[in-house]
């Protein structure tokens, strides 16, 4: 089974795809070509960077690619007042004595250090489905777990978030 992702994951993915087939591909190509006519290829660091970077881009493009090809489209639509796809939930972590925010997005969108959490990890399938002021058991492991509460759920959309490099 492959990713799960949004319309608008898609949407972004075969911009990506797009932009880096048209533009960067034609850069990489010419910068490979520049160097290249540098001369002598056995010290040239320029046209080893330049392939590099080419080889780089179009590994980026097979991946965005197999993604697709392997992709299980998901609905981003939740009900009003309930944790779903692309809300922000703030949550008291009874452990820590602490709120935090995160937002709900699909592994494509993840970015812990910005708040961005998957549907796929622990704590979006502990979370997903239910309701301002629930007590939901987190479980890390076999061996280890949280209680949370959910303080507030906010609407948001995916239109700022990116798609993660790899």
């Known amino acids: 089974m492959g990713e799960r992702l949004t319309q608008g994951d898609i949407d972004k993915i075969k911009k990506e795809i797009e932009y880096r087939t048209l533009v960067v591909r034609k850069e990489a190509i ?8 540098q001369g002598d290829l056995s010290e040239n660091f320029e046209y080893y960077a330049a392939k590099k970077d080419k080889n780089k881009n ?13 992709a299980t489209v998901i609905s981003d639509e939740s009900q009003e007042g309930v944790v779903g796809l692309n809300k922000t939930i703030e949550l008291y972590i009874e452990e820590m004595e602490e709120v935090q925010k995160f937002k709900l997005v699909t592994s494509v969108r993840c970015d812990s250090i910005e ?12 979370i ?20 949370a509460v ?15 490099p790899y």
Not at 30 to 37: D, G, K, L, T, Y
Not at 150 to 164: A, F, L, M, P, Q
């Open 58 to 70: 179009e590994s980026r493009i097979r991946y965005l690619e197999r993604m697709l090809k392997n």
């Open 150 to 164: 959910i303080r507030s759920i906010t609407d948001g959309d995916d239109s700022e978030d990116e798609i993660r």
């Open 115 to 126: 708040g961005k959490i998957s549907i796929e990890s622990p704590l979006g399938k502990a």
């Open 128 to 147: 997903n489905g239910h309701r301002e002021g629930d007590r939901v058991y987190v479980k890390v492991n076999e061996k280890m777990g949280y209680y």
């Open 30 to 37: 010419e910068a490979v070509s520049e160097a290249r006519a």
